[in-house]
């Protein structure tokens, strides 16, 4: 993540740090604060920890030495970005990252492992897969502040876009933006609940048909509103009546315990003896298995420490595996590996 505090600071001067026209780094940290908070002044000010008009002297400074109109404004009020204004936005967060990017080269060689750790993942990740490998992640790095966000994967994108996390982690099968390469990980496979009251306790072994008769709690779809399971409805000229969505598995539960309708929830976030009152049945003959992924922004310099992560999250991924997608750093993704790394992942 970007420092936006004036302390972070250490460089004064792009261009020239003997000219007090030159394009300064914090004139570039400025104009991404207040573009990030809606051209708020004041908001973006408090949140990177400087004053109002310090900001403003500084953007109109900047707009003066590079002699461009940057800022739309209705009066004295920001209220958007020029054509040019845009773009002068966009290379100002390569160069940013970029300079983040240095810093980050220096501690690996330097061997520094402190700050944050950033992961945005689901709940059922972060609840049901992640624990052991943040345990043992934690006992190898514990001067790291581990930090998990839950997110949906549009907001996962914008996350790992600004690279404001190390990491994501998630099973959507949507194509992500060409700047983010994913890894396939592992399989797993849905299961379907319900309480031992309801009318598909008399089935032997529910089928799709089955199930599509009752209103369902599931996972909330991507907004592409592409998912697995209403793709295998359709294949079988179904019209699932899904009632309720959310993205927390125990919430999903807790909605079918009050009669709400049938659930269809990862495996793994079933535990036989908690959920005892419930019934399960694999949905493994009738839904596709679904893949968790570990994503990250290619243009984000790779911290040992970020690589150890992978290893202790995918001990099964060879080294030559991860080289490939690592090498995708000049290509669009990493969909040309993915096919045949997925046939032998295991399942969870």
Known sequence: MLDWSDSGIKHQAILDGNNSKAMKLHQLKYLLATVEHDFNITTAADKIFTSQPGISKQ??????????????????????????????????????????????????????????????????????????????????????????????????????????????????????????????????????????SHPLSDEVKPKLKDIAKHPIVTYKEAESGNSSLRKAMQQEKLDPNIVFTARDADVIKTYVRNNMGVGILAEMAFDPKVDNDLFCFSAKDFLPQCTTWIAFNKNLLMRDHMLDFIKIFAPHLSKETLQLYFSQKNTIGADGVSSSTESLLPMH
């Open 59 to 196: 953007l109109k400074l900047l707009e003066e030495e590079l002699d461009i109109k940057i800022f739309q404004r209705s009066g004295k009020q920001l209220v958007g970005l020029t054509a040019t204004g845009e773009q002068v936005v966009e290379h100002a967060k390569k160069v940013l990252h970029e300079i983040e990017n240095i810093k980050r080269l220096s501690d690996n060689k330097n061997q520094v492992i402190d700050g944050d750790f950033r992961l945005a993942t689901t709940q059922t990740q972060a609840k049901y897969v992640l624990p052991s490998t943040l345990t043992q992640f934690h006992k190898r790095y514990p001067k790291l502040t581990i930090d998990i966000q839950h997110a949906s994967i549009e907001h996962i994108t914008q996350l790992l876009l600004q690279q404001k996390i190390d990491f994501a982690i998630a099973s959507d099968s949507q194509d992500l933006h060409p700047d983010i390469i994913k890894i396939p990980c592992y399989h797993w496979n849905r299961t379907i609940i319900f309480p031992q």
